[in-house]
């Protein structure tokens, strides 16, 4: 096997041009399980951790970029006010070597519909930044994920970062699973409020082939709230509302049975988690 | 000298006392070989080809392409090792190699021995083997079924049955008739791993026709035994050396396909060979807890005193024999030395399923009729509106009675042990709200097996004791698999002769040269190899203190003991006097459990110990009522240890149990999908970690039995065994629903809150105890009350 550490961007893209079959590899914590499981024997290894840029972030108005190579621990530690939902997705991550060493770029680029990042970059609508020897594209974190573990990457393509608005209200994210450190998540959600554009975002992991969204469930909130000007109001959420939207959030997965759950009990737990992460989101809302 | 007028106290100079266990340092330095350490020059290195069949006929084996291979130096089917084994002489099932057919995805056809581990895996994967699938037998349904073609196995049956019992002990039907309240309750506990975190490794190395075997064995006696009938060898040309174990558990009691293939290849090739199992081999390898299916009625007075029991099991025991029948009748064993039972009946059968075979885990086959019945006595507390410990305290056996399946009973301290752990945990007192809730159970476990493995004369342990220039070493065939048996005959050592732990030299678990000692299972080590360390090291001492009165001109009574000293002379003096006096120091002792410890009927060889354990727990839980999820919070586990060698080691056995118990309550299946099991890594197999692990309360209650050495018993199971049904009952004590199958996932309690919305029968678990061909019943006697029972 050969092993490749280019130490800049432009040469990672030029060795991704030239051999797009080449594997990448970020903190290892997917692609090392799978080579020595022997699910997958890669003739090439793309190293991008010696990238020094990839491992950085910053923020440009009201939008933060997060590099691709940041890890678990530096969101948990750097970024729990810009982007609280993430950070608190990427507190539930494996463990505390796994979170030294996943990165966000890694989590993506293994598509997973259990990675734990997925749920809450959709929440908050995030956008990835893609970038090849022949030019860069911004892809709508929904639009990226195309199948379980497949993704809209071409074979030369790399994730540089990704893009979220700096948090302006609420986030909250919660999953559930057989116990609490190194799991995969039976299923997971993440909800953000907006108050100042007013809107709803949720993200589902773990309920279907890829992470979605909960679209219904974010419109019918986001009409309620507004229709009854709460998000001036700060009022307490009306019980049927809540369970409504608990309810959408549940019928928008599409789960399955498996080795850590059946499709009832995530489904089940779906519309608990939706109900939990909106009172939580709610009252810390009404509270600030 | 002053010492003539000082008086002879005991040495309590290292019994008792909290010591860090003799190899702890090796252990955190690393500098400990285990059994995958070793290497040898010339080594070579052997990997076994597995069935991807649950179950189907070798038509062929063809190793030609294989055998043609660089780096490849030999090749070994089931005809190269055609004898079959088993640890039980009555089911001799396994051949190391299956050359006629496959039981399970995993069972080993053929062996390769390369240069390296990757050639003889590629060898592996050039081997065409031609199978001719047969139907699967998945399920206890399966197996009790008629057979879907042939069976697994051409003996015992019906079909696929391995194995049957029925007993009854008093007159049943009476106590039932006479009974104010009757329950019938049935119970399922999901078969599970030893996830040792050392994986199986074992090194031979051979020549001139003797083979000698570094293995990762809880039983090199067995082994040894194993390997000199398969291999065709006299038992003096076989050496079987157990290595420091990571972790046994019960998973390493079987002799393995591994360890005769490495033996037959070093015969074979003349160089050393070593295999290690992966991961993923270790879950095939297996011999884990039996899935269990448990049916049990009880009938009572208005006081809740059992007045009769009738408890039925079956045991899922997977594609061989292993340990099978005893576990088999240990799901029916031990219930009545917790609880007086004046009539008795069980039934009980094992069946051959083509998965990976069931054999001993810490526990063995008493995990769950304790599940079982711990939880149906909650149940009927329950019913009759009596506390549920008041209810158990009315059943409690009393200490130094018989029970009515003959099992003696000397110390015991249930009452002492339930008194501590309410104290501690506040049980009694406990608020109740929705969510929050604690449970309690009690439970016993033997300190070793009344009897061998296999019919023989020989004393159960055997001890050697040398004293020189060289020092003192203890000559001993128990094996330490993490459980500190090591440190146990140093501290036993040290005690007789006035020494610390570490002055002793240990030479322990190798055939060769060691006594025999039949092995860590059965929690006999403390018990059995203490007791013959004891003899041995106290017979060492009478001559040290001969010899030393006779220089002084004292009596022998005279001569105190400790400190390092022998009198007024200094430990090494003294033994240089005595080897003067008497020629070469060697001393030997021995132990063998009492004779009438058992009853005498068909079955009577298991349950028999020379003492019990017994423990008892209090689990604090959080039981989520809408996502199901549990979080422990606390465990208190109150232990009548008899008497604590080493109160360090004792606790560490006791936070381990509980940790392996909570594992098992709450999240540890070995599942399988169309015959492959489903979680074959450490990933994917769930079991606690650090965060799941809550606070352990250990409260060690000393009742000094009256034959352990000083008065000790076993700890290494019996603390896992009340952990299960405490978690259970402490879920019912925080939503109201009983989850009757093991583990109890979010899951399973979200079914029980759903069945009890609907107006349904607020729990999950199995719905009905299936139709079983039991044989028909022999009827016991039980013990005569009157009589005096010791």
């Known amino acids: 096997m050969e092993f490749l550490a280019p130490t800049s961007w432009d040469e990672a893209l030029a060795v991704k041009a030239e051999h797009p079959e080449a594997e990448v590899i970020a903190g290892g914590t997917d692609v090392m399980v799978d080579l020595n499981f022997d699910r997958r024997r890669p003739a090439m290894l793309v190293d991008l951790t010696r990238i020094a840029d990839l491992a950085t972030w910053q923020i440009d108005g009201s939008v933060l970029t997060i590099g691709a190579g940041v890890t678990y621990a530096r969101i948990i530690d750097e970024l729990s006010t810009l982007a609280p939902g993430l950070a608190i997705a990427s507190r539930t991550v494996g463990s505390p070597q796994i979170r030294n060493r996943g990165t966000i770029g890694g989590n993506l680029g293994s598509a997973s519909p259990a990675g734990d990042a997925h749920p809450p970059l959709l929440a908050t609508k995030a956008t990835v930044e893609v970038a090849s020897a022949r030019g860069s594209r911004s892809v709508p974190v929904e639009k990226f994920f195309t199948g379980a573990k497949r993704h809209v990457l071409a074979p030369d393509e790399l994730i540089a970062a990704v893009t979220v608005p700096v948090a302006a209200g609420p986030q909250q994210f919660a999953k559930v699973g057989t116990r609490n450190a190194m799991v995969i998540a039976v299923t997971s959600f993440a909800l953000a409020l907006d108050p100042h554009a007013h809107a709803v975002g949720t993200g589902i992991g773990s309920a279907a082939p890829t992470p979605i969204r909960a679209e219904e469930a974010e419109r019918v909130l986001a009409g309620e709230l507004a229709a009854a000007d709460q998000w001036e109001h700060r009022r307490p959420l009306d019980d049927h509302l809540v369970d409504h939207f608990a309810r959408l959030s549940a019928e928008a997965a599409a789960p399955i049975d498996d080795v850590r759950g059946t499709a009832a009990y995530r489904r089940h737990a779906l519309a608990v988690l939706a109900r939990r992460t909106l009172s939580w989101a709610w009252s810390e809302y009404q509270r600030n | 000298m002053t010492a003539v007028d000082t008086p002879v106290v005991p040495w309590t100079g290292v019994v008792g006392r909290p010591l860090p266990r003799v190899e702890a340092a090796a252990k955190v330095t690393g500098a400990i070989a285990y059994a995958d350490d070793l290497q040898l020059p010339g080594m070579l290195f052997c990997k076994l080809l597995r069935s991807p069949h649950p179950h189907a006929r070798v038509v062929s084996v063809d190793t030609t392409a294989a055998r043609a291979m660089r780096g490849v130096v030999a090749v070994l089917t089931g005809h190269d090792l055609p004898t079959k084994y088993g640890i039980m002489p009555t089911c001799e099932d396994e051949q190391a190699l299956e050359h006629e057919k496959v039981r399970f995805v995993g069972d080993p056809v053929a062996a390769v021995a390369a240069v390296d581990e990757e050639t003889a895996l590629a060898a592996c994967r050039a081997i065409q083997v031609e199978y001719q699938p047969l139907a699967a037998v998945e399920s206890i349904e399966d197996a009790l079924a008629p057979p879907d073609g042939e069976p697994l196995h051409d003996y015992a049956g019906p079909g696929n049955v391995h194995r049957l019992a029925a007993l009854e002990f008093g007159d049943v039907e009476a106590g039932f008739a006479r009974a104010d309240h009757v329950r019938e309750d049935v119970f399922f506990f999901e078969g599970n791993t030893h996830l040792p975190m050392e994986q199986h490794s074992a090194t031979a190395q051979a020549s001139d026709g003797q083979v000698t075997l570094w293995s990762s064995t809880q039983n090199p006696h067995y082994v040894h035994r194993a390997l000199a009938k398969v291999l065709g060898l006299p038992m003096g040309s076989v050496r079987v050396v157990a290595a420091p174990l990571g972790g046994g558990f019960g998973g390493k009691c079987d002799p393995f396909s591994h360890e005769i293939a490495v033996c037959k290849l070093a015969l074979v090739t003349g160089r050393p060979v070593k295999c290690t199992l992966t991961r993923e081999e270790v879950f095939y390898t297996h011999r884990g807890r039996h899935p269990t299916l448990m049916w049990v009625r009880t009938g009572v007075d208005r006081e809740g005193h059992i007045l009769a029991m009738h408890f039925r099991s079956v045991l899922d025991g997977g594609a061989y024999g292993s340990y099978g029948p005893a576990s088999m009748l240990y799901t029916g064993a031990l219930q009545p030395t917790t609880y007086r039972i004046p009539a008795y009946r069980f039934e009980g059968a094992r069946v051959f399923t083509s998965k990976a075979p069931c054999g001993p885990k810490?526990?063995?086959?008493?995990?769950?009729?304790?599940?079982?019945?711990?939880?149906?006595?909650?149940?009927?507390?329950?019913?009759?509106?009596?506390?549920?410990?008041?209810?158990?305290?009315?059943?409690?056996?009393?200490?130094?009675?018989?029970?009515?399946?003959?099992?003696?009973?000397?110390?015991?301290?249930?009452?002492?042990?339930?008194?501590?752990?309410?104290?501690?945990?506040?049980?009694?007192?406990?608020?109740?709200?929705?969510?929050?809730?604690?449970?309690?159970?009690?439970?016993?476990?033997?300190?070793?097996?009344?009897?061998?493995?296999?019919?023989?004369?020989?004393?159960?342990?055997?001890?050697?004791?040398?004293?020189?220039?060289?020092?003192?070493?203890?000559?001993?065939?128990?094996?330490?698999?993490?459980?500190?048996?090591?440190?146990?005959?140093?501290?036993?050592?040290?005690?007789?002769?006035?020494?610390?732990?570490?002055?002793?030299?240990?030479?322990?678990?190798?055939?060769?040269?060691?006594?025999?000692?039949?092995?860590?299972?059965?929690?006999?080590?403390?018990?059995?190899?203490?007791?013959?360390?004891?003899?041995?090291?106290?017979?060492?001492?009478?001559?040290?203190?001969?010899?030393?009165?006779?220089?002084?001109?004292?009596?022998?009574?005279?001569?105190?003991?400790?400190?390092?000293?022998?009198?007024?002379?200094?430990?090494?003096?003294?033994?240089?006097?005595?080897?003067?006096?008497?020629?070469?120091?060697?001393?030997?002792?021995?132990?063998?459990?009492?004779?009438?410890?058992?009853?005498?009927?068909?079955?009577?060889?298991?349950?028999?110990?020379?003492?019990?354990?017994?423990?008892?727990?209090?689990?604090?839980?959080?039981?989520?009522?809408?996502?199901?999820?549990?979080?422990?919070?606390?465990?208190?586990?109150?232990?009548?240890?008899?008497?604590?060698?080493?109160?360090?080691?004792?606790?560490?056995?006791?936070?381990?149990?509980?940790?392996?118990?909570?594992?098992?309550?709450?999240?540890?299946?070995?599942?399988?999908?169309?015959?492959?099991?489903?979680?074959?890594?450490?990933?994917?197999?769930?079991?606690?970690?650090?965060l799941e692990m809550p606070d352990v309360e250990t409260i060690l209650v000393e009742t000094v039995d009256p034959e352990g050495p000083y008065g000790a018993k076993e700890v290494g199971q019996g603390p896992l065994l009340p952990v299960i049904p405490a978690v259970v009952s402490a879920v019912h004590d925080a939503l109201g629903v009983w989850v009757d199958e093991v583990p109890v996932t979010p899951d399973k309690v979200l079914r029980a809150l759903e069945a009890r919305a609907r107006g349904r029968d607020a729990r999950y678990g199995p719905k009905s105890f299936p139709v079983v061909p039991y044989p028909p019943l022999v009827k016991v006697a039980p013990p005569d009350a009157a009589a005096p029972t010791l």
């Not at chain 2, 003696?408 to 042990?417: A, D, E, M, P």
């Not at chain 2, 309690?440 to 220039?469: D, E, K």
């Not at chain 2, 400790?562 to 120091?585: H, K, N, Y």
């Not at chain 2, 606790?651 to 489903?678: P, W």
């Open chain 2, 362 to 690: 810490r526990g063995h086959g008493t995990p769950q009729p304790r599940f079982a019945l711990e939880v149906h006595l909650d149940k009927i507390a329950e019913e009759l509106g009596i506390d549920p410990v008041t209810l158990r305290r009315r059943n409690y056996v009393e200490p130094f009675t018989r029970t009515v399946n003959w099992l003696r009973v000397t110390s015991c301290g249930l009452q002492q042990i339930t008194d501590r752990v309410l104290d501690a945990s506040g049980y009694a007192r406990r608020r109740r709200r929705l969510g929050h809730g604690m449970g309690f159970a009690v439970s016993s476990y033997m300190c070793g097996a009344g009897l061998s493995i296999y019919w023989n004369t020989l004393p159960h342990s055997q001890c050697v004791v040398t004293a020189g220039r060289g020092g003192v070493t203890v000559f001993c065939g128990a094996t330490d698999i993490g459980q500190g048996s090591d440190s146990m005959l140093a501290t036993v050592a040290a005690e007789e002769l006035g020494l610390q732990p570490g002055a002793i030299r240990l030479v322990t678990g190798d055939t060769g040269l060691t006594p025999v000692d039949l092995g860590s299972y059965s929690s006999r080590v403390t018990f059995m190899a203490g007791n013959a360390a004891r003899e041995a090291a106290a017979k060492l001492r009478q001559l040290l203190v001969e010899a030393v009165a006779e220089a002084e001109g004292r009596s022998p009574e005279q001569v105190q003991v400790r400190d390092a000293r022998i009198g007024s002379l200094g430990f090494e003096e003294a033994v240089a006097l005595a080897e003067e006096r008497f020629g070469t120091l060697a001393t030997h002792g021995s132990y063998t459990p009492p004779a009438g410890i058992g009853g005498r009927y068909k079955g009577a060889g298991v349950g028999p110990s020379p003492a019990y354990s017994y423990s008892a727990a209090v689990v604090e839980l959080d039981a989520d009522p809408v996502t199901g999820e549990i979080d422990v919070h606390k465990v208190w586990l109150a232990h009548d240890i008899g008497r604590a060698i080493n109160e360090l080691a004792v606790r560490g056995q006791v936070e381990g149990g509980v940790c392996m118990g909570l594992g098992e309550a709450l999240m540890e299946a070995q599942a399988y999908r169309h015959g492959l099991v489903k979680q074959p890594s450490m990933l994917d197999y769930k079991s606690l970690t650090f």
